[in-house]
């Protein structure tokens, strides 16, 4: 008799990619109709995303108020709501594997994706918006990136970018930064290896898109906090895109091809006794879980997910080794800290939070719930008006309470914290700023 839901914690079966079954669109449609109707009877997830209540929309406005009278064209619908943020395979599906349902919501829309992809029927756009290594090199070229940060900025560009592309005029983009990370990164100072029972005593920093290109500040704060900690640290030589945007496409072809850059020396250097750390979440969500169900016999990238953490999963642990430096010089006062999707579903505990309150006279109110940007997804002009309705309820509590600090481990969901604040007038004086995690632990500790 099967039980209605199930206590175990989730598991994830591997994407079978590579089966031609997993693009048949026949089959795709019967196992969308078999978990869809699972949803429809339901219904838990409809306060998530955009996607459910999509969906249940459908369901209600048709003929018989069941699934069997929904066109199976209008499935793509709910498809495109879908930004894969995890959280209802991970916090609220009770038919989720070990459940003999075999509900897994996200990597189902993952397979429309993919299915979408490989019959070309994606704007160039989409290719463009999650090419971000590229994009990042073209835009930080010296003369380019003081053309493209003044396009960012101007109306009348923005209108036209929206026309033509389809990017959301109203959005505020990230500008591009003058000076690369990697380029300018300080070489880590020769400590003695001191290895923990928790954690490696050396670590390797894969500096991600965003860091490499718009926010490379984040990257030097890490590495001062490194170094801080007398934790000896490398960076990757040659390092590429995680494959994150790409992924969430469904070009699981080009995934592939950045897997084969960046995992043969990551694991090399995992093996070596490295950890491996990255300051934005979607990337370490990557390595750690991604990439392992997508290449599930892949010994290298089983190797860099061993070694993965999250920056602040990193400290804690390091702490309870006994080899953290606690002494803190600086209050931050009233943070309002935001934990991101893509921290919450890696199953690690609110370590950043947990980071913040060891510093003294600082009080930190978390906000856990989704800020509506979702990687490339709310930056498109189909989406945005969407996106700001996600994330208002988060947008109203970042900015209640007079904080000194605005505050999400996510960089791209920072910026759109502080759009919708801003946009809502709400109460949030002049004095408060945007500032990453690893920003805020770098000021507590009083370094320059």
């Known amino acids: 008799m099967t039980r209605e839901g199930s206590l175990e914690a989730p598991t994830r079966h591997p994407l079978d990619w590579r089966n031609p079954e997993f693009y048949d669109e026949a089959s795709l449609n019967r196992e969308l109709e078999r978990v869809f109707d699972i949803c429809h ?3 838990r997830c409809v306060s998530l995303c ?10 209600d ?10 066109p199976k064209s209008d499935f793509g619908k709910v498809v495109d709501q879908c930004y894969l943020c995890d959280l209802c395979f991970m916090t609220k ?4 594997p070990p459940h003999p349902w075999n509900v897994d919501f996200p990597h189902l829309m993952l397979r429309a994706k993919a299915l979408k992809f490989a019959t070309a029927d994606v704007k160039m756009r989409d290719r463009v918006l999650t090419a971000t290594d590229k994009l990042g090199k073209l835009a930080t070229i010296p003369v380019v990136v003081r053309m493209v940060n003044a396009a960012a900025t101007t109306p009348t560009l923005r209108k036209v970018g929206e026309k033509v592309m389809g990017i959301a005029a109203a959005t505020e983009l990230p500008p591009y930064a003058p000076k690369r990370f990697l380029a300018h990164a300080q070489p880590s100072p020769d400590w ?3 290895n923990g029972e928790r954690t490696p005593g050396k670590v390797v920093v894969f500096a991600t898109c965003y860091v490499k290109y718009n926010e490379p500040d984040i990257g030097h704060d890490l590495l001062k906090l490194l170094a801080h900690n007398e934790i000896p640290y490398r960076l990757v030589a040659k390092e590429v895109c995680c494959g994150m945007p790409k992924f969430e496409l469904g070009d699981f072809a080009t995934v592939e091809k950045l897997k084969n850059v960046n995992i043969p020396a990551l694991a090399a250097l995992a093996r070596e006794g490295h950890a491996i750390l990255t300051s934005v979440p979607s990337c370490t969500l990557m390595f750690k879980q991604e990439l392992p169900l997508l290449f599930p016999d892949d010994p290298d990238v089983a190797a860099v997910a061993e070694a993965m953490f999250d920056p602040f999963e990193y400290f804690v642990l390091r702490d309870k080794d006994g080899l953290l430096n606690k002494e803190f010089k600086s209050p931050l006062g009233k943070v309002n800290y935001h934990i991101p999707c893509h921290s919450r579903v ?9 980071v913040l309150q060891w510093i003294p006279e600082t009080e930190v109110t978390t906000v856990e719930r989704c800020a509506g940007h979702d990687g490339t997804w709310g930056v498109k002009a189909e989406f945005f008006a969407e996106s700001m309705k996600i994330g ?9 309470g007079d904080p000194d ?5 996510c960089p791209i969901a920072g910026r759109r914290i502080m759009q919708g604040i801003e946009e809502q007038g709400g109460p949030q004086p002049s004095r408060t700023r945007r500032e990453h995690p690893l920003t805020l632990l770098r000021i507590a500790y009083g370094l320059e």
């Open 41 to 43: 009877t339901c219904r």
């Open 50 to 59: 955009g996607a459910f209540p999509t969906l249940f929309d459908l369901i």
């Open 61 to 70: 406005a048709s003929q018989t108020c069941e699934l069997d009278s929904v």
């Open 93 to 96: 599906c009770p038919y989720v």
């Open 192 to 194: 003695p290896v001191r």
């Open 346 to 354: 890696q199953n690690v505990g609110q370590k950043t939070r947990e």
């Open 392 to 400: 208002k309820p988060v947008f109203t509590r970042m900015g209640t």
């Open 405 to 409: 600090y605005v505050s999400s481990d």
